[in-house]
């Protein structure tokens, strides 16, 4: 031995007599003692690892880590047989070369002190460390799917790249990426987004049940009944495996991949499809959250500009209606009459597409309520049976003992009407449309709709159905494929708004040749009362002015002098003003102004809320009037206290009697 050691009695006897690489190592770490076993093993010459730290014997990027745990180790001493740790080290040979070792530790007392023995065996060729092996490989693959997940834009091109990738990544024939038929997907393998592998021309089965761990057949040739229910031909021999793509707690989909060779799939082939699968279902459900969010705020910003243009055109309808109704007054002929009537009614129609573009914009007054929702779906279904035909059948469904809804109801039953216009529209020659109201308990929230317990309303049909990206679009404004002579593309549209506006949400499912499916969801009534609220001002008695003064603030010059004429007609003096400042000024100067008249919106500066607080300010007990075409400032101001609005557009009368209401109501 090198340094002048002397090796204790007996060891060269036991060390040459054991089949595994023995070392003797000291408290220093420095090897006392190696057999010829251990010499050979790491290519050393006879003698020569004697002397030498025992990290010398280990892959340089392991010798501090190995410092470290043999210190510990030496601290608290014990047998530790070989494999007590799962691990597979790695040696170095004296030609730079690694392999894969197992080590087995103990204590040994000597006189001269503490030594400790060290059992070393090469198992580079077992098939332990294969399977290490292959399993370092499959994570390394499934890091790969998670990476490419991160880089892919879209879902396509994910199912493009998986099913190759695991096939070389398994050594196997087939991989296949199959959607459950619960998706609406056409004959075929195909994803949520289009195809991702053909196995020869035989459309999918259905899935054998919902299978929710994975599936194996270890011999095909030995099991031909369990062949038989896999949802794609299998190959006469050899093994094959599903493993299900879960979404929301539910089997969406499955990897399906097939080995010419029997029992091929072992526990961590069919780790790598699991974590594939788990992979692809978690992509699959951010880019759908992605669509939905991004699609919400689309529907948002459109809302939003939808609002603005309602409250400009129920401007422009306020002028045009009072034009024309001053206008009557000054046609005598019964042909000129008809026209201002014809003009009128356009007139009319307008404010109802306007009240249209509210609903979508959610920006209309709902006045909810407890609502018999059985009742009224009876009410609704005598009057639909007559409008929709002998072609086609209507059937409505209610859950015993539903709950009453808390909704507007005359907006509910437009609702429904118009979801059942639709879907009879999507019926070619007829065919059946079902009506189902029941209540549903939403654990999770998700996108529109919060958690909590509901009342749903589906209308389902059995028509042409919608591909997808008509049905991306299908809820956004006056987007229609029925053409512009039978439709404007507001109706789901407006359902949309006002289930939103409601506190519930609008879903719809459709597939072409299948039917849609809608579900209208609303909130429940409470128990023991609907707790609607108060119930609007009580109705003017009409009446003409008696020369009091009514000081107007509106910043449309066209609106203002409406708004005036109409006032003069009625029997009052007026002023107008086009902004909240030059109206103050009158108020301090005049103290004979009787009552205020304002819009709400008066463009830069002080609103006609502010500009009413102001003015009581000057003039406790001033009567005041609001009036507004944007629903949702007319919302804030109408819930004032105190406070009176008038909403656009107004006819003459509707005006006259309103002040004459507010001026005879106590301050």
Same mark, same amino acid.
């Given at each position: 031995?090198?340094?002048?050691?002397?090796?204790?009695?007996?060891?060269?006897?036991?060390?040459?007599?054991?089949?595994?690489?023995?070392? $003797?190592?000291?408290?220093?770490?420095?090897?006392?003692?190696?057999?010829?076993?251990?010499?050979?093993?790491?290519?050393?010459?006879?003698?020569?690892?004697?002397?030498?730290?025992?990290?010398?014997?280990?892959?340089?990027?392991?010798?501090?880590?190995?410092?470290?745990?043999?210190?510990?180790?030496?601290?608290?001493?014990?047998?530790?047989?070989?494999?007590?740790?799962?691990?597979?080290?790695?040696?170095?040979?004296?030609?730079?070369?690694?392999?894969?070792?197992?080590?087995?530790?103990?204590?040994?007392?000597?006189?001269?002190?503490?030594?400790?023995?060290?059992?070393?065996? +090469?198992?580079?060729?077992?098939?332990?460390?294969?399977? #290490?092996?292959?399993?370092?490989?499959?994570?390394?693959?499934?890091?790969?799917?998670?990476?490419?997940?991160?880089?892919?834009?879209?879902?396509?091109?994910?199912?493009?790249?998986?099913?190759?990738?695991?096939?070389?990544?398994?050594?196997?024939?087939? $991989?296949?990426?199959?959607?459950?038929?619960?998706?609406?997907?056409?004959?075929?393998?195909?994803?949520?987004?289009?195809?991702?592998?053909?196995?020869?021309?035989?459309?999918?089965?259905?899935?054998?049940?919902?299978?929710?761990?994975?599936?194996?057949?270890? +011999?095909?040739?030995?099991?031909?009944?369990?062949?038989?229910?896999?949802?794609?031909?299998?190959?006469?021999?050899?093994?094959?495996?599903?493993?299900? /793509?879960?979404?929301?707690?539910?089997?969406?989909?499955?990897?399906?991949?097939?080995?010419?060779?029997?029992?091929?799939?072992?526990?961590?082939?069919?780790?790598?499809?699991?974590?594939?699968?788990? %992979?692809? #279902?978690?992509?699959?459900?951010?880019?759908?959250?992605?669509?939905?969010?991004?699609?919400?705020?689309?529907?948002?910003?459109?809302?939003?500009?939808?609002?603005?243009?309602?409250?400009?055109?129920?401007?422009?309808?306020?002028?045009?209606?009072?034009?024309?109704?001053?206008?009557?007054?000054?046609?005598?002929?019964?042909?000129?009459?008809?026209?201002?009537?014809?003009?009128?009614?356009? /007139?009319?129609?307008?404010?109802?597409? %306007?009240?249209?573009?509210?609903?979508?914009?959610?920006?209309?007054?709902?006045?909810?309520?407890?609502?018999?929702?059985?009742?009224?779906?009876?009410?609704?279904?005598?009057?639909?049976?007559?409008?929709?035909?002998?072609?086609?059948?209507?059937?409505?469904?209610?859950?015993?003992?539903?709950?009453?809804?808390?909704?507007?109801?005359?907006?509910?039953?437009?609702?429904?009407?118009?979801?059942?216009?639709?879907?009879?529209?999507?019926?070619?020659?007829?065919?059946?449309? /079902?009506?189902?109201?029941?209540?549903?308990?939403?654990?999770?929230?998700?996108?529109?709709?919060?958690?909590?317990?509901?009342?749903?309303?589906?209308?389902?049909?059995?028509?042409?159905?919608?591909?997808?990206?008509?049905?991306?679009?299908?809820?956004?404004?006056?987007? %229609?494929?029925?053409?512009?002579?039978?439709?404007?593309?507001?109706?789901?549209?407006?359902?949309?708004?006002?289930?939103?506006?409601?506190?519930?949400?609008?879903?719809?499912?459709?597939?072409?040749?299948?039917?849609?499916?809608?579900?209208?969801?609303?909130?429940?009534?409470?128990?023991?009362?609907?707790?609607?609220?108060?119930?609007?001002?009580?109705?003017?008695?009409?009446?003409?002015?008696?020369?009091?003064?009514?000081?107007?603030?509106?910043?449309?010059?066209?609106?203002?002098?409406?708004?005036?004429?109409?006032?003069?007609?009625?029997?009052?003096?007026?002023?107008?003003?086009?902004?909240?400042?030059?109206?103050?000024?009158?108020?301090?100067?005049?103290?004979?102004?009787?009552?205020?008249?304002?819009?709400?919106?008066?463009?830069?500066?002080?609103?006609?809320?502010?500009?009413?607080?102001?003015?009581?300010?000057?003039?406790?007990?001033?009567? /005041?009037?609001? %009036?507004?075409?944007?629903?949702?400032?007319?919302? +804030?101001?109408?819930?004032?206290?105190?406070?009176?609005?008038?909403?656009?557009?107004?006819?003459?009368?509707?005006?006259?009697?309103? $002040?004459?209401?507010?001026?005879?109501?106590?301050?």
């Amino acid at each position: 031995m090198s340094g002048g050691a002397r090796p204790e009695p007996g060891i060269p006897g036991l060390f040459e007599a054991v089949p595994d690489a023995l070392v $003797v190592i000291g408290p220093d770490g420095r090897i006392l003692h190696a057999n010829g076993h251990a010499e050979a093993l790491f290519g050393h010459a006879r003698g020569s690892l004697e002397g030498r730290e025992i990290e010398e014997l280990l892959p340089a990027a392991a010798r501090a880590r190995h410092r470290a745990y043999r210190d510990r180790y030496m601290n608290q001493p014990h047998v530790r047989p070989m494999g007590a740790t799962g691990q597979t080290l790695t040696g170095l040979r004296s030609d730079g070369t690694e392999f894969a070792v197992e080590i087995a530790l103990s204590p040994l007392q000597f006189p001269e002190g503490q030594r400790y023995l060290a059992s070393v065996r +090469d198992i580079s060729g077992t098939q332990r460390v294969r399977q #290490a092996l292959a399993r370092a490989r499959y994570d390394a693959i499934a890091a790969r799917i998670g990476q490419l997940a991160l880089e892919t834009g879209t879902v396509a091109e994910l199912m493009e790249l998986l099913p190759g990738l695991l096939a070389d990544a398994l050594g196997v024939d087939s $991989v296949a990426i199959l959607a459950s038929p619960q998706d609406g997907q056409p004959a075929g393998i195909r994803t949520a987004t289009g195809p991702a592998w053909q196995v020869g021309r035989t459309p999918p089965r259905p899935f054998a049940g919902e299978h929710r761990e994975a599936w194996i057949i270890e +011999d095909i040739a030995a099991d031909p009944s369990g062949a038989a229910l896999f949802p794609l031909p299998l190959p006469r021999s050899g093994s094959a495996v599903m493993v299900p /793509v879960l979404e929301r707690h539910r089997v969406a989909g499955a990897l399906l991949a097939t080995a010419a060779e029997a029992r091929r799939f072992d526990h961590d082939a069919r780790h790598l499809l699991q974590s594939a699968a788990a %992979t692809l #279902a978690a992509f699959v459900q951010q880019r759908r959250a992605e669509e939905q969010l991004a699609h919400a705020h689309r529907l948002d910003a459109i809302g939003q500009l939808t609002g603005g243009v309602a409250h400009d055109f129920n401007n422009l309808l306020t002028v045009m209606s009072g034009s024309l109704q001053l206008l009557e007054t000054e046609v005598e002929s019964d042909a000129g009459r008809a026209l201002l009537a014809s003009a009128l009614r356009s /007139v009319g129609r307008g404010a109802e597409l %306007t009240a249209k573009l509210l609903a979508f914009a959610r920006r209309q007054r709902l006045l909810p309520r407890e609502v018999d929702v059985q009742a009224l779906l009876h009410d609704i279904g005598q009057v639909l049976k007559r409008t929709l035909g002998d072609a086609v059948r209507l059937r409505i469904e209610v859950q015993p003992g539903l709950s009453s809804a808390y909704v507007d109801a005359g907006q509910l039953e437009a609702a429904l009407i118009n979801l059942v216009l639709n879907a009879r529209d999507a019926l070619l020659h007829g065919g059946g449309i /079902v009506v189902a109201a029941g209540e549903e308990q939403v654990a999770h929230a998700r996108p529109g709709l919060a958690p909590g317990r509901y009342l749903k309303l589906t209308v389902s049909d059995n028509g042409r159905g919608m591909p997808p990206d008509v049905l991306a679009r299908a809820m956004e404004p006056f987007f %229609t494929t029925k053409g512009r002579e039978r439709g404007s593309g507001l109706g789901l549209s407006m359902v949309h708004g006002f289930a939103r506006q409601s506190g519930g949400d609008l879903e719809i499912d459709s597939r072409p040749g299948v039917g849609t499916e809608a579900r209208l969801y609303l909130p429940v009534a409470a128990r023991g009362g609907s707790g609607a609220p108060a119930g609007t001002a009580a109705a003017a008695t009409p009446s003409s002015g008696r020369g009091e003064r009514v000081l107007v603030v509106e910043d449309d010059p066209a609106v203002r002098a409406i708004s005036a004429a109409f006032l003069r007609a009625g029997g009052y003096a007026v002023e107008a003003v086009g902004d909240a400042e030059a109206a103050l000024e009158r108020l301090r100067d005049d103290d004979g102004i009787s009552l205020l008249f304002t819009d709400v919106m008066l463009g830069p500066g002080m609103d006609g809320k502010r500009l009413a607080q102001q003015a009581r300010a000057l003039r406790p007990g001033l009567p /005041v009037l609001l %009036t507004s075409g944007d629903e949702e400032h007319a919302a +804030d101001a109408d819930a004032t206290p105190g406070l009176r609005l008038l909403r656009k557009p107004w006819r003459r009368e509707d005006l006259v009697d309103a $002040v004459r209401a507010e001026l005879a109501r106590p301050h």
